[in-house]
T-cell receptor, first 117, second 114 residues
Framework: ETGVTQTPRHLVMGMTNKKSLKCEQH?????MYWYKQSAKKPLELMFV???????ENNSVPSRFSPECPNSSHLFLHLHTLQPEDSALYLC????????????????FGPGTRLLVL | DQQVKQNSPSLSVQEGRISILNCDYT??????FLWYKKYPAEGPTFLIS?????DKNEDGRFTVFLNKSAKHLSLHIVPSQPGDSAVYFC?????????????FGTGTRLTIIP
């Protein structure tokens, strides 16, 4: 496969469930991102990983827990979510520069459509 | 407070005519701007970008114009084609600080009428 892939594409979960979203990039990038897209709102950056280290956590509730085991894989672990967490969750990757700053375009996966009941 | 604004949620244009999508920003530290295109059930795909040292960047049918004094950028698509029907997101970044964070607008849904 090429590009950025995400699984599952759709997920329905109850508020007491625990689930994980998976992202994999095949582009040789070293930076990965989680975004949330809610209806009629801009894409919201949740987490950034550069060289497997988390460099940004955008005030995301602790019920969302990211994991980056290597530069190609990124997970988002979900537990005790709320209905307002229902959204499209997008993963992206890019190539970070030597100083950690990113001069390159971000490439997005297709997203996971999450519904919390 | 939204730092990147796309004030038109939707736009309809006749096939063959010019589509103009607008974007305004408030943060004067932004110096790199991107347009992404999104089809239903797919993630955003990069379309075109512009650095603040330029006022125009062209790639085939797509041209982005940047007016720094007005903190405004626009995407021109000419001629518009049915396959251009999608949601277009404007994004901005302050790259001078090594900040990889992109700030997105809410998007404009473009519909090309055959």
């Amino acid at each position: 496969e090429t590009g950025v892939t995400q699984t599952p594409r759709h997920l329905v979960m109850g508020m007491t469930n625990k689930k994980s979203l998976k992202c994999e990039q095949h582009l040789g990038h070293n930076a990965m991102y989680w975004y949330k897209q809610s209806a009629k709102k801009p894409l919201e950056l949740m987490f950034v990983y550069n060289f497997k280290e988390q460099t940004e956590n955008n005030s995301v509730p602790s019920r969302f827990s990211p994991e980056c085991p290597n530069s190609s894989h990124l997970f988002l672990h979900l537990h005790t979510l709320q209905p307002e967490d229902s959204a499209l969750y997008l993963c992206a990757s890019s190539q970070a520069g030597p100083s950690g700053g990113n001069q390159e375009t971000q490439y997005f996966g297709p997203g996971t459509r999450l519904l919390v009941l | 407070d939204q730092q990147v604004k796309q004030n038109s949620p939707s736009l309809s244009v006749q096939e063959g005519r010019i589509s103009i999508l607008n974007c305004d920003y408030t943060n004067s530290m932004f110096d790199y701007f991107l347009w992404y295109k999104k089809y239903p059930a797919e993630g955003p795909t990069f379309l075109i970008s512009i650095s603040s040292i330029k006022d125009k960047n062209e790639d085939g049918r797509f041209t982005v114009f940047l007016n720094k004094s007005a903190k405004h950028l626009s995407l021109h698509i000419v001629p518009s084609q049915p396959g251009d029907s999608a949601v277009y997101f404007c994004a901005a970044r302050a790259t001078n600080f090594g900040n990889e964070k992109l700030t997105f607008g809410t998007g404009t849904r473009l519909t090309i009428i055959p």
